[in-house]
Structure formats: structure tokens, C-alpha cells
């Protein structure tokens, strides 16, 4: 299941019904599961562990050296869990301090392209579209989306189920079940995503509650995250989620888009 032409450390460790391409590169501190495909001209480096059921696309690199100043040769990782589709030309590098990695849960799509720092978490269900580019130290938690080109500062966090559209730059925190756009702007929730995942109506009430709280009625943050801990809707895992994301957040969270038509939309009842 090796291609002849591949080049495999023979202290690189394959698991069973994986399948090496062509011209693919694999060094010795490599772990691979089963029934993986790493498609050809792919590089997999250092001290990397993929886990079982993944397509690595063509010409991908995983477990480069961390692309940040004050690396100095630390023994690091990437760690990749199951059945994630990561497609041609990703990158994936290692971590930065000694011991540290950079992690990829399970079942994401990462598409071709986009860029995963050093120390960057990404969780579950995500998926990253073409050229996105996520800096050191970035979390991106389960089933978020983020849309083409969009540019991530580090130590930014993403919440849960948040979508980001299309050349977006973000570089505060952006909670749980809220859409961005432009620079550092919320502008709505991501009703779709909500829907499509399950969630009520009253559920998708109790996250509009508190989006309204957080930007609709003339909070600041610690008023709001003090209404969400006393009003009834504070018993709402997901409200919960929201306030607690809110937080614990060291970069701020993003502001709300300026727009009377918006704030008139999003003062509607949700469906």
C-alpha cells in the first residue's frame, strides 16, 4: 500500500490499510492510523500523530517547524484525530514550546489551502474554507465555519457553532452561535447553523435572549453576562455556554455591527 516512489522513515509507524502516494515523505517520529490516504507530494513531519480514517490531500505539510521567531528546536507536536478531510496543500505546524502541539479534533474539512499555526486547537465538526489563515495559539470550537480568506489573529478563540464569512478579520473573540463579518464585527446569528444542528425553537430563543442582552439593549459586557447569570433563561445550556465563552475571553469580544435595520431584524422573533 506504499507507492515506490514514496519515502518512508522506517521508524515512521503505518497503520493497517492505509495507503502511501506518490512521492509522499514521511520522517521517522510519524504515527499514522488505519485505512488513512496521503495523497501525493505530501510531507509529514516531525513529531506528528494522525489517527485512523484521514484523506491528507496532495502536496499537504504537516508538523513543519512553527513559522515564529522564538522557536528554538523544542521536541513538539501535532496531534490529528479520526476521519478529517484535509485537502491539497494545508499546512499544519507544530508546535512552539517545549511540549506543546497543535491539535486537530475529529471529522473536520480543512480545505485546500488554509494555514494552521503553531499551538492552534481546532475541535470537532469544524470546517475551514479555502486560504483561511489561523495564527499561533488560535481555539476553534466544535462545528464552527469559516468561510474563504478569512484571516485569524492569535490567541483569538471562535465559539461553538459561530460562522465567519468570507474575508473576515477577526482578531477578538467571537462567542458561540454568532455570525462575523468584516473586521472584528458580529452582524447576527447563524440561524441556519443552529437549525440545521438540532437545536428548538426554544433553544434558538433562549441564544437570541442572549445576543439581545449582549449588543441589543445597551449593556456593557459585565452587564450583560450578569443578566444572563439571573434571568430564567441563565437555566439554557446554551446561554450558559455563551456567558461562560464571554468570560473567560482575554482579547475582548467582537462588537456589534452599527445598523438600525439590523438591530431591527435581529429584534424579531426568531423562527
Not at 10 to 15: F, K, L, T, V, Y
Not at 111 to 120: E, K, P, S, T, V
Not at 192 to 210: C, E, F, P, S
Request: hydrophobic share 40%.
Amino acid at each position: 500500500m506504499i507507492h515506490p516512489t514514496a519515502i518512508v522513515h522506517p521508524s515512521a509507524r503505518i497503520g493497517e490499510g492505509t495507503v502511501i502516494g506518490p512521492s509522499v515523505i514521511i520522517d521517522a517520529d510519524v504515527e499514522i492510523g488505519e485505512n488513512c490516504e496521503i495523497r501525493a507530494h505530501a510531507v509529514l513531519t516531525g513529531c506528528t500523530k494522525i489517527g485512523d480514517g484521514n484523506q491528507i490531500g496532495y502536496g499537504v505539510i504537516i508538523g513543519a517547524e512553527p513559522q515564529d521567531s522564538a522557536y528554538a528546536g523544542a521536541k513538539t507536536f501535532v496531534e490529528i484525530g479520526n476521519d478529517n478531510l484535509i485537502r491539497e496543500y494545508v499546512t499544519i505546524h507544530r508546535g512552539t514550546k517545549e511540549g506543546s502541539s497543535t491539535k486537530l479534533g475529529n471529522n473536520n474539512f480543512i480545505m485546500a489551502g488554509a494555514h494552521i499555526a503553531h499551538n492552534c486547537v481546532v475541535g470537532n465538526h469544524v470546517t475551514i474554507v479555502n486560504n483561511c489563515l489561523l495564527a499561533g495559539y488560535v481555539q476553534v470550537h466544535d462545528r464552527a465555519f469559516l468561510g474563504g480568506a478569512v484571516v485569524i489573529h492569535q490567541f483569538t478563540r471562535i465559539g461553538q457553532l459561530a460562522m465567519v464569512r468570507g474575508q473576515t478579520r477577526l482578531g477578538m473573540d467571537l462567542p458561540p452561535f454568532f455570525m462575523a463579518v468584516s473586521t472584528n464585527t458580529v452582524c447576527g446569528l447563524n440561524r441556519v447553523g443552529i437549525r440545521r444542528n438540532g437545536y428548538n425553537l426554544g433553544q434558538r430563543k433562549w441564544i437570541q435572549r442572549a445576543y439581545h442582552l449582549l449588543y441589543l439593549e445597551g449593556k456593557n459586557r459585565q452587564q450583560a453576562v450578569a443578566a444572563m447569570s439571573v434571568e430564567p433563561e441563565s437555566l439554557s445550556r446554551e446561554v450558559c455556554l455563551i456567558r461562560d465563552f464571554i468570560s473567560s475571553t482575554a482579547r475582548g469580544i467582537c462588537r456589534s455591527l452599527q445598523s438600525k435595520d439590523l438591530k431591527q431584524a435581529e429584534a424579531t422573533e426568531i423562527e
